[in-house]
């Protein structure tokens, strides 16, 4: 998580249709295309040609057809007929179809004139359970297919809606095309309670058209046909999304020189932008806001330097915070900040930090112990405590764990960490990675920004982990806490589609690892990491005023996933798991456990938060200062420097177990 505090407020009655994208994806059948009662036709004429009669043909629609002849079979058992086999099925129901496409099919109403509108201004896709051959008959048929960008068919991928494969491998072929395309800034188009779950677990805005109330849509917006006034008006003016023009993407943290009163702080960002970075007093630069006051000390960078420094010797005691900002813009984020303390000498009485002991011997964990996991979030790499990394290290020393995921590395502290732990690493990218004392192995995927994967080999076998950090903005329990803003508000926002799309992604590439034989597909799995989304498992009418149906868990679970800290402590209310966050007052900033362990193929023993505000081992306490403390000895933000736990969040630990 970082930090964000945000006076947030939702005019419900607005409409959610964006009003810029980058692309549609639209849906085929029952929603470019009138087909769907002549898909039931055909699935009803099956049924009866082999002596079995379909009460509920509902429960076929927008089913691919390898998944409805999978379903004909298991009634035909159920009713003590003669089974065929599926692939029998899936051939006699393609060819019915086709059949009746080939007489019968024409388009939505509204369908052509849309898709024509929109196909002017914007790359256009089709994500379909048809497989290739109907999909192309089907689009010929309507008469849009040279309207369309591209399409994805459910022969090209590894699962049909209601998975999110589809999407996710239109939206890669829409980026390749255009870079600018991505999941937080294209719209979907659905009709069917499949279709539109698999598009938000894509992480798409969804746009669903289906006049049937008794049809449950998980969609962001609703309309009853592609004929709605709004939705024609909303295709003739919405703009074509600029692509976003990024600022430095990384500052590290500065280092001040006591002898010489110099801050050198080493940075990263496009060649052709000029930098500067400016210094303010604690009080003067809040965490989250934009400095009101005047800057104490300021230099500035020219285009090709990696550093800048500047003098700091007219500096009183205090504590200090350095801000970068390129050719003039300020950051929307603070976050490219760091914090540094000026002082003559250790005050009197003040515990130095804990050193680093020597690498202790590993001693290999029973199977019937099990293997204990963390997911740890070091905040910007333990910069923003004094003496971070020795923290670090004298935790990891005292504690038993042999799988660690660590988020925000902030480019080598994940490295730095391992090494004086004398661990092994696998890190992809500059936020995340793993360390254990156990042989590791990297996997190489398309989610470098945001997660790494690797396989690691402990005395109870080879395990695939995943680090997770998703997308930190537009914090959902910001706006979710609030009854009267309804959760498709929450969920439609631009972080939260980003967050679902990443973690898409991940299970999109562990499918690849699997099939590609990198990793076993018999290997327990953990995806770990600092989510920045709370659980649909925490967030039920009996605990919240606001039932959300967090789409990140429950992708995870309907993946066959299982959130290790739920299956130990399943009552949300006698053991909440906040992770986020023990050093920040609960007024100033909602409680949320955000921070996770998931395993397929693993069973949780134990699971447990370190440094959590009311389950930590410490009681809360007073420090020496006065300041209220919270947590495993931490005082609260602005005062957390010395903190013993270096982080603004709890960290989550299971010990688990697997055959």
Not at 92 to 106: G, K, N, W, Y
Not at 379 to 402: I, M, T
Not at 595 to 619: K, W
Request: hydrophobic share 45%; proline share 6%.
């Amino acid at each position: 998580m970082q930090v964000q505090f945000l006076n947030t407020s939702i005019d419900v009655s607005a409409s959610l249709l964006p009003g810029a994208a980058s692309a549609i994806i639209f849906d085929c059948d029952g929603l470019l295309a009138d087909t769907e009662d002549l898909w039931l036709r055909v699935v009803a004429a099956c049924a009866n040609a082999r002596g079995a009669t379909l009460t509920d043909l509902a429960t076929f629609r927008g089913g691919s057809i390898d998944d409805v002849a999978a379903q004909l079979v298991m009634v035909l058992t159920d009713a003590g007929l003669p089974t065929p086999l599926v692939g029998e099925l899936e051939v006699s129901l393609s060819e019915e179809f086709q059949s009746l496409i080939a007489r019968e099919a024409t388009s939505m109403p509204g369908a052509v004139a849309l898709v024509s509108e929109l196909a002017s201004r914007f790359p256009v896709a089709v994500a379909s359970n048809s497989p290739r051959a109907l999909l192309d008959q089907i689009l010929d048929r309507i008469g849009v297919r040279d309207l369309i960008t591209c399409s994805v068919a459910r022969d090209e991928v590894s699962a049909g809606k209601p998975a999110p494969e589809l999407y996710v491998a239109a939206l890669r072929k829409l980026h390749e095309l255009d870079s600018s395309v991505t999941a937080e800034t294209a719209v979907a188009f659905e009709d069917s309670a499949v279709g539109a779950v698999a598009a938000m677990s894509a992480g798409l805005l969804v746009v669903g058209v289906n006049a049937d109330p008794a049809v449950d849509l998980d969609c962001h917006v609703r309309h009853t046909t592609l004929l709605d006034e709004e939705l024609i008006d909303w295709a003739r003016i919405v703009d074509r999304e600029k692509p976003v023009q990024f600022g430095p993407h990384t500052l590290a943290h500065g280092a001040f020189d006591t002898v010489t009163s110099t801050l050198t702080v080493q940075c990263q960002y496009p060649a052709e932008q000029s930098a500067r970075v400016q210094v303010y007093a604690q009080g003067d630069c809040l965490w989250n806001e934009l400095p009101a006051g005047r800057p104490v000390a300021s230099a500035s960078v020219l285009t090709e330097s990696k550093s800048v420094s500047m003098d700091l010797a007219h500096l009183s005691e205090g504590t200090y915070r350095f801000l970068l900002v390129t050719d003039g813009v300020v950051p929307e984020w603070n976050g490219r900040t760091g914090e540094f303390t000026v002082r003559s000498m250790r005050p009197e009485g003040q515990a130095a930090a804990p050193q680093a002991a020597a690498p202790a011997a590993l001693t290999p964990e029973l199977p019937e112990q099990g293997v204990t996991a963390m997911s740890w979030n070091l905040w910007f790499g333990g910069c923003h405590s004094n003496d971070g990394q020795a923290k670090q290290v004298a935790y990891l020393r005292e504690s038993p764990h042999s799988i660690v995921a660590l988020q925000e590395c902030f480019g080598d502290h994940g490295r730095r960490l391992a090494a004086a732990m004398g661990w092994n690493i696998a890190q992809q990218g500059q936020d995340t990675a793993v360390i254990s004392p156990y042989p590791l192995a990297l996997h190489r995927t398309e989610t470098d920004s945001f997660a790494t994967c690797a396989t690691v080999f402990t005395p109870t076998g080879a395990v695939t982990v995943w680090s997770v950090h998703l997308w930190h903005a537009d914090y959902g329990p910001y706006t979710a806490g609030d009854a009267r803003i309804p959760a498709r508000h929450t969920l439609a926002s631009r972080g939260e589609r980003r967050r679902t799309a990443e973690l898409a992604e991940i299970l999109s590439e562990q499918g690849r690892l699997e099939s590609e034989g990198v990793v076993s597909a018999q290997d327990p799995i953990l995806v770990m990491g600092d989510f920045n989304v709370p659980s649909h498992l925490d967030w039920k009418p009996e605990h919240r005023a606001n039932s959300v149906k967090w789409p990140a868990s429950r992708m995870l679970e309907v993946a066959g996933y299982a959130d290790a800290f739920r299956v130990v402590h399943p009552d949300v209310d006698a053991v909440p798991g906040h992770t986020w966050s023990p050093i920040i007052l609960a007024g100033e900033e909602p409680r949320d456990r955000i921070d996770f362990i998931f395993s397929r193929g693993a069973r949780a023993l134990e699971a447990f938060t370190v440094a959590a505000e009311t389950e930590s081992a410490a009681p809360p306490m007073l420090s020496a200062t006065g300041k209220r403390r919270v947590g495993l000895g931490g005082d609260i933000l602005g005062h957390h420097l010395e903190n013993v736990w270096p982080t603004d969040h709890a960290a989550v630990v299971a010990r688990l177990a697997w055959n």
